[in-house]
């Protein structure tokens, strides 16, 4: 046990350390953004780019904008400094910037952190049903791990583990942040989030959009 914990330490230390490393570094969506950007420049009669961010501004949100300031935004979301709040804008943006179809879900998927596949609940193809197999062993494995100890403060004296997976990720999770030792692990007070709830059950299964960074901290 005490093997196989290490060995998972160290592979969650080495992802870590990987992410850390490519973080410091350009994404290579922003530069395909700044690509794109430059094109509706020169689509526009090579535009400079403060006329530029007022354009996609006006074509964003229909109006000019009322001072300078408006513009920034703008300007953030295409330098990937922010990202738009919603779908809605992230997909005004695509079209403001005359997107083909293609370019227009890679920068939904892709640049918004988003997945390459988007699943929901009707889904029922050979890749849905391979990644959700996936996703269901990792759990599995994970609920195997449960000590003993653990399980008998579960309901039902955690007879029914995959109907505490929540609870333990959520418990367990915890533990990371405040540093307790694996020994000291006490199963807290149930978790009553209605959106935390249905939050972590739409993750489980796959369903929707779930960004890459949000999946790495699953696994």
């Known amino acids: 046990m005490k093997r196989e914990r290490k060995k998972m330490e160290a592979a969650l230390r080495e992802l870590g350390e990987e992410c850390l490393l490519l973080s410091e570094g350009e994404r290579p969506e922003k530069q395909w953004l700044r690509e794109v950007y430059d094109r509706f420049r020169q689509e526009n009669g090579g535009l400079g780019k403060a006329a530029a961010d007022e354009l996609l501004y006006r074509k964003i949100f229909g109006v000019d904008p009322k001072k300078q300031t408006d513009i920034l935004k703008v300007r953030y979301w295409r330098t990937g ?8 804008q992230g997909e005004a943006l695509g079209r403001a910037l005359g997107l083909t179809a293609d370019e227009q879900r890679f920068l939904m998927q892709g640049y918004f952190d988003r997945s390459d596949r988007v699943f929901g609940p009707e889904t029922a193809d050979a890749v849905y049903r391979e990644r959700a197999a996936l996703l269901g062993e990792i759990a599995g494995g994970y609920l195997g791990r449960v000590p003993a100890q653990v399980k008998r403060q579960l309901f039902r004296a955690g007879a029914d583990l995959e109907h505490s997976l929540r609870h333990l990720y959520f418990t367990d ?11 000291q692990v006490v199963v807290g007070q149930h978790i009553s989030s209605i959106n935390y709830m249905s939050e972590f059950r739409r993750q489980m299964r796959l369903f929707g959009e779930i960004p890459r960074r949000t999946m790495i901290r699953h696994l």
Do not use: I, L
């Open 81 to 88: 400094r922010h990202f738009p709040a919603g779908r809605e």
């Open 173 to 183: 999770a915890k533990s990371y942040v405040n540093f307790q030792e694996a020994e």
